[in-house]
């Protein structure tokens, strides 16, 4: 199953058939998929913690999340970008960066954070067995249950 990020009743209607998801409110059951694969999208999220615990919860035991993001190797830590407020406002912490996208291809997707090594522990802290990230000479990627 594909899905896209259409917030509004219109893009919903544009990219028919294809459903809408929104990773930090997943409507699945948990426990619904073998794997779940997600590509150059996780940097977009407001809340990459929470959508990584939603992707998580749909996962049957022994499932696997295997993910592509924009990464450096010499980052250690995720660069947070923008967030959402307390108040439900965007909050841009650092300059505003845009990505593209397929739905808004004439101004992007803003880019919330930038993942780094720290995501391999926060995958294991959510309750992921393993975490692996391949990157040029580095092991296979693999998030594991």
Not at 15 to 43: G, R, T, Y
Not at 115 to 134: C, H, K, Q, T
């Amino acid at each position: 199953m594909g899905t896209e990020f259409l917030p509004s009743e219109k893009e919903k209607s544009n990219f028919f058939p294809i459903p809408h998801m929104d990773l930090c409110n997943i409507e699945f059951k948990n426990e619904s998929f073998d794997m779940f694969m997600s590509a150059d999208v996780l940097e977009h999220v407001p809340n990459l913690d929470l959508a990584i615990k939603n992707i998580f919860e749909t996962l049957k035991p022994g499932g696997f999340f295997v993910s592509s993001f924009p990464f450096s190797p010499q980052r250690s830590a995720t660069i947070v970008k923008a967030l959402i407020n307390e108040n439900g406002n965007l909050e841009h912490i650092l300059e505003p960066e845009y990505h593209g996208n397929p739905v808004d291809p004439e101004s992007g997707s803003l880019v919330f954070s930038l993942p780094g090594w720290d995501i391999l522990s926060n995958l294991r802290d959510i309750g992921f067995r393993e975490s692996y990230f391949a990157s040029g000479n580095y092991p296979a990627t693999r998030f594991a249950m």
